[in-house]
């Protein structure tokens, strides 16, 4: 089966840096996707990776490794608002996307 | 610039009343649209999604149903509702065609059968 694994919870400090951790087993694949979500409200797009290695985008960094079926989410400078769900989802060979649970993140001042 | 909407943003229906969500996006034409449900704890679940008026896909078997009757619109519906439809639901676009890049949401609308 497909499976997309990332931790149920996460907790970091203001102004300090985090790394979330996706992997995934899926039947084929054609791009990695990471969201966030806050409480009550719907997914916003923060990055996609379909090749290896780093995309940065200010204070978030998305990774990719396919050879190992990995992805991490880095946010860097942690504000207050950074405290929401992320969810990693990747798009399998039949252009279907699999989402994982989702990792709480809580920012503690 | 495109725009999503759903409505209702909240309702509480009895079991085994009808259902019936409503999902449009302006600022494109033709786009992929797709009904999510989100579970506590577990990842989106893909219910429907549909490439064009008339052609809707179902993923999960369920007393649920959708049709998309004009290229912008997304009706989510049921006939009877139970209690294991309660959940967080989702409505999403995607640009047409394998390319397609990343979902846009709509802001969701939850749903408690009691």
């Known amino acids: 089966g497909q499976n997309i694994d990332q931790p149920t919870e996460m907790t970091a400090t203001e102004g300090a840096i985090v790394q979330i951790n996706c992997t995934y087993q899926t039947s084929g694949?054609?791009?990695?996707f990471w969201y966030q979500q806050h409480a009550g409200e719907?997914?916003?797009?923060?990055?996609?990776?379909?090749?290896?290695?780093?995309e940065e985008k200010g204070r978030f960094s998305s990774f990719l490794s396919r050879s190992k079926g990995y992805s991490y989410l880095l946010l860097?400078?942690?504000?207050?608002?950074?405290?929401?769900?992320?969810?990693?989802?990747?798009r399998d060979s039949n252009y279907q996307l699999i989402w994982g649970a989702g990792t709480k993140l809580i920012?503690?001042? | 610039s495109q725009t999503i909407h759903q409505w209702p943003a909240?309702?509480?229906?009895?079991?085994?009343?009808?259902?019936?969500l409503e999902c449009t996006v302006e600022g494109t034409s033709n786009p992929n649209l797709y009904w999510y449900r989100q579970a506590a704890g577990r990842g989106l679940q893909?219910?429907?999604?549909?490439?064009g008026i008339g052609q809707i896909s179902s993923e999960v078997p369920q007393n649920l149903s959708a049709s998309r009757p004009q290229d912008r619109q997304f009706i989510l519906s049921s006939k009877k509702l139970l209690l294991s439809?309660?959940?967080?639901?989702?409505?999403?676009?995607?640009?047409?065609?394998?390319e397609a890049g990343e979902l846009f949401f709509g802001e969701g609308s939850r749903l408690t059968v009691l």
Do not use: R
């Open chain 2, 46 to 51: 893909l219910l429907f999604y549909s490439v």
């Open chain 1, 76 to 90: 860097k400078e942690l504000q207050m608002k950074d405290s929401a769900s992320y969810l990693c989802a990747v």
């Open chain 1, 29 to 32: 694949f054609n791009g990695l």
């Open chain 2, 10 to 20: 909240t309702l509480v229906q009895p079991v085994g009343s009808p259902l019936s």
């Open chain 2, 85 to 98: 439809d309660s959940g967080f639901y989702l409505c999403a676009w995607s640009v047409q065609g394998f």
């Open chain 1, 42 to 54: 719907a997914p916003t797009f923060l990055s996609y990776n379909v090749l290896d290695g780093l």
């Open chain 1, 107 to 109: 920012i503690k001042p």
